[in-house]
């Protein structure tokens, strides 16, 4: 059988990215090119400099990515891009790229949905894993919880109703000055605290026993951080992190246990920046291991942005024989 060869390209928000992907999980290069300390200045990722950062560095990011992968654009079978959801202005310069290389090359163009990248990064590395099976993306825009119930074929069982997952982690980061992103510097500061000295409330949602809610958690670590400071009392940033982020863990390891039962699913996968979490990773494989359901996780390269991942889906849109035109856009709010 025919080897399909895919260039994949990445620009959704600030991280530049492109990868060359053999039959969906042979990766030959994964090139990431990050603009996190530029937009640490500001405490967050500014749309503007992100579109323009990904201008500069696009077609350099492509050439590393062919070069490592010692093939050139006539080796290519397709080439593949993000087309939302995200910033418009960084989908935009994705977009654009791709379909000029298409173009100029003749070759089919496939756009790919954001979250079915993150949840195909699991391919990669997990060679047996099909579907279906249960994925829980957790990432700094999006919250949910997915049955992949064949290759393309989703049905999201949950959402957040506000804030994403990361996007609470980066504000109480932000609120107890660990700076951004705030993830990764949450999950350092929680190794010296403990998880269980401060009770927060697990957030739940009335109406939807699989959707999320995390303002409302992010709202009550302001509080408490406030409550302490007008007492004058010391906050122990540490033990804020660990109890929040063990709060976090413990509302999505109940949302996911509760739908593996409920669906009868034997394989849960997670994926999104979150997912690089190695608490959030420890307390999950638990909770599968009680259940005898095998546990997947992409490796934290692979769980953050990266074009590797869109390879990877874009494949499994090829077999299935879809195809963009050149009237192909970048859609901020695309629904999976
Ligand atoms: O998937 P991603 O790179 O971008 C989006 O599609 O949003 O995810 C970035 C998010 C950020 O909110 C970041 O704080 C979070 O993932 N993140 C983490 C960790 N590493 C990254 N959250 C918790 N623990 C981590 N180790
Ligand atoms: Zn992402």
């Known amino acids: 059988t025919k080897e399909i060869k895919i260039l994949a390209i990445e620009s959704s928000c600030d991280e530049t990215a492109a990868a060359v992907v053999i039959n969906g999980r042979d990766v030959r290069s994964n090139v990431i090119s990050t603009q996190i300390p530029l937009h640490t200045l500001y405490g967050g990722v500014v749309p503007e400099i992100a579109s323009r950062k990904h201008i500069e560095r696009i077609n350099q990011v492509i050439e590393q990515a062919l070069e490592e992968a010692d093939m050139g654009l006539e080796d290519m079978d397709a080439i593949a891009v993000t087309y939302g959801p995200g910033l418009v202005g960084a989908l935009l310069v994705g977009v654009a790229e791709a379909k000029a290389i298409a173009f100029a090359e003749q070759l089919p163009l496939i756009g790919v949905h954001h979250i079915e990248g993150h949840i195909s990064a699991n391919y990669i590395e997990n060679k047996e894993l099909k579907p279906p099976f249960l994925c829980l993306v957790v990432s700094g825009g999006h919250t949910h919880l997915v049955r992949v119930a064949d290759y393309g074929k989703?049905?999201?069982?949950?959402?957040?109703?506000?804030?994403?997952?990361?996007?609470?982690?980066?504000?109480?980061?932000?609120?107890?000055?660990?700076?951004?992103?705030?993830?990764?510097?949450?999950?350092?500061?929680?190794?010296?605290?403990?998880?269980?000295?401060?009770?927060?409330?697990?957030?739940?949602?009335?109406?939807?026993?699989y959707d999320f809610s995390f303002s409302g958690l992010k709202s009550q670590v302001l509080n408490y951080i406030n409550g302490a400071q007008m007492k004058g009392e010391t906050v122990n940033e540490a033990d804020v992190a660990a109890s929040f982020q063990q709060t976090v863990i413990d509302t999505l390891c109940e949302h996911a246990a509760l739908a593996i039962d409920e669906f009868g699913m034997d394989k849960f996968a997670i994926a999104g920046g979150v997912a690089s979490n190695q608490t959030l990773r420890s307390a999950m494989e638990k909770m599968c291991q009680e259940k005898g359901v095998e546990f997947y996780h992409p490796s934290p390269i692979l769980c953050t942005d990266n074009a590797a991942m869109i390879g990877a889906a874009a494949y499994y849109e090829y077999l299935a024989g879809r195809r963009d035109g050149w009237d192909l856009n970048a859609i901020p709010n695309l629904k999976l």
Not at 176 to 183: E, M
């Open 154 to 209: 989703y049905e999201i069982l949950g959402r957040t109703r506000d804030d994403a997952a990361g996007e609470a982690f980066d504000k109480v980061a932000r609120a107890i000055g660990l700076g951004y992103p705030g993830g990764p510097k949450i999950e350092k500061a929680a190794h010296e605290g403990d998880p269980f000295a401060i009770q927060f409330t697990r957030p739940k949602v009335s109406d939807g026993v």
